[in-house]
């Protein structure tokens, strides 16, 4: 088509503002996203898109339901549309003169209707178009094209503000925070929902509600009591007032309230709902929506009673805004008009029509009359201040009906001068640029990239010297050649082939559109190993519209792929052993499952843990037991295939994936193998080490058919291996699902066992074994379940230990047993108390110990009073807070019992470093006491070098008249067991008290 010179140079000076805009080739927006998907549901189409016509093509910014992100602009319907200055309407394209040959309509499947609103930006020219387009034929009503045209300003306003964003910097700062609020306006659209079964009280909500309380990942369980337990204290009853009044009748809720964050960070969120009733009137379902409105709550509260999908952001700018009757008198006028033309709302008013406009801009009567048409409208006008001084203005004005039923007229009023200073800046710096690329041009084609240029035949015409070193060839060698030759063979990034159909080349060739850049592997004729090139490639034609040549460039991007494979492999594979890691181990599960169900195959999972890995970490230290891990896992490979996965999930937890499975291959004999590779003997450091293993053994499909039942199940059966002596394996069996669950019950119980009185000590008095004197006595609870009965110390405190309901339970212990003591304090002074401390307990970071001592002082009891019964394993631990809080205790004069002695790791160290009072002999040598038993001697040299460090020593167990003498024979200072009185409940233990006599056990 043949133009007229005013013509050409109005087409190059659209371009030349498309260009100006910095949008062309940049990634698709959900900011325009909205509004197109908008336009598909205004018109009911399928599909919608934002185009953008440069010279050569048509590009889209976004795009609903069209598979392409760009097409010649030959081809484009929106080619016609921008020549238009109203919307282009297409009812049915095969049978218009101008499309009826177009290659998308006659194509199968080809488009029929089309409606397209030019996107006329500021500087008045036309850069693409916002159209809805469908496969059949159809109509568009008024309301559907003024509406479209609405959302096409819309599209104006974001193609501009992206522009104004890129030249933020040089803005004044009054400029720059404008834009930040206008930016921050669009980024607050994102809403949270959820739906609410009032029936279940489940609720099932987005990602972006949990994101509104402060969560990065989805909250299990959330019902309203979550939702209300959420909420600021001094919002919860008026929250809960609205949602009850919902709920009785109003059928929806509107609130803002405050929430605190799991930070600590305090946020504003806004929620409103409705309700639904089922056919009786009972409400049974709520809906609704959640929104962080912390930064926005003022402006959000002032817009409240918008309904406008496109108020907020109009009201929420710096605009001047006027309401005015439809002749041009000024109704109302905001602040923000006010400061900008230096009048108050009255002297606005009482300018009368056109007083605002200076009187020779002839584009006021264009844009009334536009408005007058088609109920709003938008342009430029010289405006004029209350001092004389003009400047020019974008207007924006709708024409609405007010409640009275007049038609009144809103204008938005907004100071461009700066702007366009802007733009004209801008002109002059892209002429200034477009010289300096002239002048550099020869330079680019010797930087990074390799540039070659094909003929339509793919023979190379053209390269450059970075070409020729990415393809391992010379300039020389590469000029003349086909681009499809065995020198090279071109791979996908995951190691396929790429067909030679697919080739950049050969892909603009046979679609005579450019290729998006994608990233190929190179395998040169002078080296081995890949060369990664990211790759893009764009056809050139002649003036006749035939393909002139194809252009490719591309850069080398092998470091960073190398890079990317580094990163992947860091992230799936555990740094210690190399083996996949607790992600890449999900994966592998379930891809293992998926196969199993489509071959009704067999998957089995073993979980395998170490037993009393942790004493070689504290006795060997870290360094040895990384060692010890590797090896560990080099053994168990050693037993699988390399078809099965084995993985570390973390510290000594190991996995293995077993598929495919036939009958000569038995998961026993496998598991057997594993545990007895581990057994054998570790060389580390120069010293032997022996470990054991314990394994959980779950099936698939039999023992559950999903990845986290069988997880569940594989550590059920590991933790009967673990309760059955370890060294061992057992397969998962439904009894083990009863006791897990047994297990998770009591665990539940335990939980209001204190709050309902079920626990009582018993009190096990403890004999001076010189002079019979009870004047000590050790503490030990009982749990009185209201269906089970007495449930045993080794049952429920393991259990208290894992959930936590041990810190809550020992410090009930404490008060008892403190109690006791001042009760008894006046009749026998210096009477003491033991009373176990777990070590959970002793390590849980808090000031329970503070506590303690406080209490003792509130009774008017000497730290002596109580004694603290700890493990020898405490001891080993190199933790400083367990360190403090014994001195803690010995500072206050509180006494400290190292239970079970014998039995453990202790050292003569140990003892002199943590101030030990009593060393208690463990009643398993007590037990076996006899004239010249080994036990004896040991028992001998216990009480001997206790008594060098200076601490007594109390036997337990003690249970006959002969293991009584044979202790006060080797000096044992005290003793308690059975012989003297089993544990019994506080009045028989007073009793016993009274009944006693100082010297019952003297000779």
């Known amino acids: 088509m043949m133009h007229s010179t005013g013509q050409a140079q109005r087409e190059s000076e659209r371009v030349s503002a498309l260009r100006a805009l910095e949008i062309l080739d940049t990634a698709e927006d959900a900011a325009f996203d909205n509004l197109t998907q908008l336009a598909c549901a205004i018109c009911g189409t399928p599909t919608a898109l934002v185009s953008l016509v440069d010279s050569e093509r048509t590009w889209f910014k976004s795009r609903v339901g069209y598979p392409e992100a760009e097409t010649p602009r030959r081809d484009s319907f929106c080619n016609k549309a921008i020549e238009k200055s109203s919307p282009l309407v297409v009812e049915d394209a095969s049978v218009h003169p101008d499309f009826k040959d177009n290659v998308h309509v006659v194509a199968q499947g080809g488009l029929r209707a089309y409606a397209g609103i030019p996107l006329m930006t500021s500087s008045g020219f036309t850069v693409g178009v916002l159209c809805v387009l469908d496969r059949i034929p159809r109509s568009f009503t008024e309301l559907q094209i003024s509406s479209l045209a609405l959302a096409a300003k819309q599209v104006v306003v974001l193609l501009e503000q992206h522009k104004i964003k890129l030249r933020l910097t040089a803005l004044e700062r009054e400029s720059f925070e404008n834009e930040q609020r206008l930016n921050f306006a669009l980024d607050a659209a994102e809403i949270g929902d959820w739906n609410m079964d009032l029936r279940t009280n489940i609720a099932v909500r987005s990602l972006q509600h949990d994101r509104c309380f402060g969560y990065t990942d989805a909250v299990q369980d959330w019902g309203y009591d979550t939702f209300l337990g959420h909420v600021d204290e001094r919002d919860r009853d008026r929250v809960d007032a609205a949602f009850k009044a919902a709920m009785a009748g109003q059928g929806t809720y509107d609130v803002v309230f405050r929430v605190t964050w799991p930070d600590q960070t305090l946020h504003w969120l806004w929620s409103k709902g409705s309700f639904y009733f089922d056919d009786a009137g009972a409400p049974c379902r709520v809906a609704g929506i959640q929104a962080d409105v912390t930064a926005r709550i003022n402006s959000e509260r002032a817009l409240s009673a918008s309904n406008s999908r496109y108020q907020l952001l109009y009201e929420n700018s710096l605009s001047a805004i006027l309401q005015t009757a439809t002749d041009g008198q000024v109704l109302f006028a905001n602040p923000a008009a006010c400061k900008l033309f230096g009048m108050t709302e009255e002297q606005l008013r009482n300018l009368g029509r056109g007083g605002l406009v200076r009187n020779r801009d002839s584009r006021l009567a264009e844009l009334l009359n536009q408005r007058a048409q088609n109920g709003s409208t938008h342009g430029q006008l010289t405006m004029v201040k209350a001092d004389g001084s003009e400047f020019e203005a974008d207007i924006s004005s709708n024409i609405y009906t007010d409640k009275e039923g007049v038609e009144r007229a809103s204008v938005i009023v907004a100071d461009i001068s700066e702007k366009l200073q802007l733009l004209q800046f801008e002109r002059q710096q892209h002429e200034r640029l477009k010289a300096a690329e002239e002048h550099h041009r020869t330079l680019l084609h010797h930087l990074s990239s390799g540039i070659v240029v094909h003929a339509p035949d793919t023979r190379i015409l053209f390269s450059n010297v970075r070409a020729s070193e990415l393809l391992g060839l010379t300039v020389e060698q590469l000029n003349g050649k086909m681009a499809i030759d065995p020198d090279w063979q071109f791979v996908y990034e995951d190691g396929k082939s790429i067909p030679l159909a697919e080739y950049p080349v050969n892909k603009v060739i046979s679609t005579l559109a450019p290729m998006p850049e994608m990233i190929l592997g190179v395998r040169r004729p002078d080296r081995v190993d890949l060369v990664w090139l990211l790759g893009h490639a764009f056809p050139e034609f002649d003036s006749q519209g035939q393909l002139k040549q194809v252009i490719v460039n591309f850069h080398d991007v092998t470091q960073r792929k190398n890079a990317e494979t580094q990163t992947w492999t860091e992230a ?139 997880l569940k199940h594989a550590d059920q059966a590991l933790y009967v291996a673990k309760n059955e002596g370890r060294s061992c394996f057992r397969f998962f069996t439904n009894s083990m699902q009863v006791s897990a669950v047994a297990r998770m019950q009591l665990t539940n119980d335990l939980r209001y066992a204190l709050r309902d009185k079920q626990f009582e000590l018993f009190y096990q008095p403890i004999i001076d074994l010189v002079t019979g004197h009870v004047g000590k006595a050790e503490a030990l609870i009982r749990w009185h379940h209201p269906k089970r009965g007495l449930v045993s110390p080794g049952v429920f405190i393991p259990l208290a230990e894992e959930s936590g309901a041990i810190h809550h339970i020992g410090d009930w212990v404490f008060h008892e047993a403190a109690r006791e003591v001042s009760r008894l304090a006046t009749a026998r002074p210096g009477f003491q108390i033991s009373i176990n401390k777990s070590p959970v307990q002793f390590r849980g970071e808090d000031d329970l110990h503070t506590r303690w001592i406080a209490h003792l002082n509130q009774l008017e009891l000497p730290g002596s009073s109580i004694v603290i019964e700890i493990t020898e394993g405490l001891l080993m631990e190199s933790n400083p807070v367990v360190s403090e809080r014994l001195l803690k205790f010995r500072d206050a004069g509180i006494q400290v019992a190292l239970d079970d002695f014998g039995t453990g790791y202790s050292s003569l160290a140990y003892l002199k470093k943590f101030d030990i009072d009593f060393l208690k002999i463990d009643q398993s040598f007590t037990r076996n006491l006899a004239p010249m038993a080994p036990d004896l001697a040991l028992c001998e040299a216990i009480v001997v070098m206790a008594h060098k460090l200076g601490l007594k020593v109390i036997a337990e167990g003690v249970e006959t008249q002969e293991q009584l003498d044979l202790l006060r024979q080797i000096g044992c200072d005290c003793g308690q067991g059975y012989f003297f009185a089993r544990p019994m409940p506080l009045p028989a233990f007073e009793k016993f008290l009274q009944d006693n006599a100082p010297t019952a056990f003297t000779h």
Not at 632 to 650: E, N, Q, Y
Not at 672 to 680: D, E, G, N, P, R
Request: include cysteine.
């Open 572 to 710: 799936n594979f555990d740094h210690l052993t190399r083996l996949p890691n607790r992600r890449l181990f999900h994966d592998r599960l379930e891809q293992a499952l998926r196969q199993s169900q489509r071959d009704k195959s067999t998957t089995v999972l073993m979980f395998l843990d170490l037993d009393h890995f942790k004493d070689v970490n504290d006795s060997q230290g870290h360094d040895i037991g990384d060692k010890l891990l590797i090896e560990v896992a080099h053994r168990i490979k050693g037993c699988v295939r390399d078809s099965d996965t084995l993985a570390r999930l973390g510290g000594d937890e190991f996995t293995v994936i077993l598929t495919d499975l036939h009958g000569d291959r038995n998961v026993g004999q496998i598991a057997s193998k594993i545990i007895s590779a581990l057994s054998q003997p570790y060389l580390l450091a120069g010293q032997e080490t022996f470990m054991s293993a314990s394994i959980g053994i779950a099936i698939y499909p039999e023992d559950g058919d999903t990845s986290s039942d069988l």
